[in-house]
């Protein structure tokens, strides 16, 4: 069913509408999922801490609190939970050997194992809801989502440039 949209703050107000309706039918379905498979199910922050990691192998817990923009409090429960909140645990800590104030962080076997599952799933439900799209409708949404990811990236460069410290 296509949608007119008269003017630009009207159809930016529906876009995002229909982007937060998408958002919260996603967290349903993740909240069935965890509720079916407690022991692979990842929250956004435990998942995004391990995505960090397979980014980049070893990083401080400073340089995830960064990345997540959490707080202090918020990244150790985060860390806490990985380390003992699985059958095994998902990353490894050790003190920093050039500097003992920070903690390096690594990604287990287990936690890579974890990661792909998770990844995995979330992939599979994706590609069962957009095989109902044709091949234009795919075409454009892949093209409209490139276009978002590089706004949203746009976006967080600048917010870490405002934050960062003057020199």
């Given at each position: 069913?296509?949608?007119?949209?008269?003017?630009?703050?009207?159809?930016?107000?529906?876009?995002?509408?229909?982007?937060?309706?998408?958002?919260?039918?996603?967290?349903?379905?993740?909240?069935?999922?965890?509720?079916?498979?407690?022991?692979?199910?990842?929250?956004?922050?435990?998942?995004?801490?391990?995505?960090?990691?397979?980014?980049?192998?070893?990083?401080?817990?400073?340089?995830?609190?960064?990345?997540?923009?959490?707080?202090?409090?918020?990244?150790?429960?985060?860390?806490?939970?990985?380390?003992?909140?699985?059958?095994?645990?998902?990353?490894?800590c050790a003190?920093?050997?050039?500097?003992k104030r920070?903690?390096?962080?690594?990604?287990?076997?287990?936690?890579?194992?974890?990661?792909?599952?998770?990844?995995?799933?979330?992939?599979?439900?994706?590609?069962?809801?957009?095989?109902?799209?044709?091949?234009?409708?795919?075409?454009?949404?892949?093209?409209?989502?490139?276009?978002?990811?590089?706004?949203?990236?746009?976006?967080?460069?600048?917010?870490?440039?405002?934050?960062?410290?003057?020199?």
């Open positions: 069913m296509a949608h007119t949209l008269p003017d630009s703050a009207e159809s930016l107000t529906q876009m995002a509408d229909e982007i937060f309706e998408l958002t919260k039918m996603a967290w349903r379905q993740r909240l069935a999922a965890r509720a079916a498979d407690t022991e692979t199910e990842l929250s956004e922050s435990q998942f995004l801490t391990l995505d960090s990691l397979i980014r980049q192998d070893k990083q401080t817990v400073g340089e995830l609190q960064r990345y997540l923009g959490v707080i202090p409090a918020q990244m150790s429960r985060i860390i806490r939970s990985l380390e003992g909140g699985f059958p095994r645990p998902l990353i490894a003190l920093n050997p050039e500097d920070k903690i390096d962080v690594t990604l287990t076997a287990a936690g890579r194992t974890a990661y792909e599952t998770f990844k995995q799933g979330r992939l599979e439900r994706s590609l069962y809801i957009l095989h109902g799209l044709s091949d234009q409708d795919r075409t454009d949404f892949v093209r409209v989502c490139q276009h978002m990811r590089d706004l949203y990236a746009r976006d967080e460069a600048t917010r870490a440039a405002a934050a960062a410290p003057s020199e």
